[in-house]
């Protein structure tokens, strides 16, 4: 079955960069998505890339993306305060007569030190 | 435009009680979702409307959970009777049919 696994905590110094990485197991995914949800919030969509893309580029959000390995990663540069956040990956296969519901990894909690 | 609107935001019930959730998705959306999203956890889909159709709901306890979707607009999940482990957020999402889903805020049950 589909499977998301992200780890689940990242601690960075403000102005660094961070790296939040996913792996999924679905080789047929088609669109893959990074959601940002801050405590006691929804889910607030940031970037995603659809699968025949390598990278993709948003502002301060660069997503890279490895079908051989399948392996996602989010990079959000000048790292904020209010970056912190629990950040979701997901995953979809869109057949063209709509998207499939989402599977979520479990998140990472993005902490960032003064 | 207004975004996927959700009620109640909060409720307490005790075991065994009922309780029904509603969203109203973006105005326009044909295809709706709804998950549950339990503490330290992602979201999990629990169905998928088309209309007011059935896609899947493979992931949605039936002998407990229901969910409805009439006219093809609002929808209702419900919970009869409810256990402990079902204390979550109830997350709706609806999409136009291309690959973004948009999220409301949610709906956070407690079951004691």
């Known amino acids: 079955g589909e499977d998301v696994e992200q780890s689940l905590f990242l601690s960075v110094r403000e102005g660094d960069s961070s790296v939040i990485n996913c792996t999924y197991t679905d080789s047929s995914s088609t669109y893959l998505y990074w959601y940002k949800q801050e405590p006691g919030a929804g889910l607030q969509l940031l970037t995603y890339?659809?699968?025949?893309?390598d990278m993709k580029q948003d502002q301060r959000l660069t997503v890279l993306l490895n079908k051989k390995d399948k392996h996602l990663s989010l990079r959000i540069a000048d790292t904020q305060t209010g970056d912190s956040a629990i950040y979701f990956c997901a995953e979809t296969l869109y057949s063209g007569g709509g998207a499939d519901g989402l599977t979520f990894g479990k998140g990472t909690h993005l902490i960032i030190q003064p | 435009e207004a975004g996927v609107a959700q009620s109640p935001r909060y409720k307490i019930i005790e075991k065994r009680q009922s309780v029904a959730f509603w969203c109203n998705p973006i105005s326009g959306h044909a295809t709706l979702y709804w998950y549950q999203q339990i503490l330290g956890q992602g979201p999990k889909l629990l169905i998928q409307f088309q209309n007011n159709g059935v896609v899947d709901d493979s992931q949605l306890p039936k002998d407990r959970f229901s969910a409805e979707r009439l006219k093809g607009v609002d929808s209702t999940l419900k919970i009869q009777p409810a256990k402990l482990e079902d204390s979550a957020v109830y997350l709706c999402?609806?999409?136009?049919?291309?690959?973004?889903?948009?999220f409301g805020p949610g709906t956070r049950l407690l079951v004691l």
């Open positions: 890339i659809f699968s025949n893309m």
């Open positions: 999402a609806s999409s136009s049919g291309g690959e973004t889903q948009y």
